[in-house]
């Protein structure tokens, strides 16, 4: 059974970092592309950031480029998205999704906030 766990959410300030992970079990993640999304408050999903099996390629959302890295450790199985320059508008919960497993974290809450 597929089980995707993230950690790392906290309440942090605007212009403050974080770095989110997302452990896999049951599960080789370097065979697959991965993703993170984010659901904000009165929001629907929203695509965040995605990368290659390998970790070679990345994606980013148009507004997130520059702040946000998603990296991988397949050695780990382990998903990252470090978050850089954090803004109100990045509060939300994200969460790791594996497109073609159908699988998705129960997600870790981020709270940027003075």
């Known amino acids: 059974q597929v089980q995707l766990v993230e950690s790392g959410g906290a309440w942090v300030q605007p212009g403050g970092s974080l770095r989110l992970s997302c452990a896999a079990s049951?599960?080789?993640?370097?065979?697959?592309?991965m993703n993170w999304y984010r659901h904000a408050p009165g929001q629907g999903r929203e695509f965040v950031a995605a990368i290659t099996s390998p970790g070679s390629d990345t994606v980013y959302a148009d507004s997130l480029k520059g702040r946000f890295t998603i990296s991988r450790d397949n050695d780990k199985n382990t998903l990252y998205l470090q978050m850089n320059s954090l803004k109100p508008e990045d509060t939300a919960v994200y969460y790791c999704?594996?497109?073609?497993?159908?699988?998705w974290g129960q997600g870790t809450q981020i709270t940027v906030s003075s």
């Open positions: 049951g599960v080789t993640l370097s065979l697959y592309a």
């Open positions: 999704h594996v497109r073609r497993l159908r699988a």
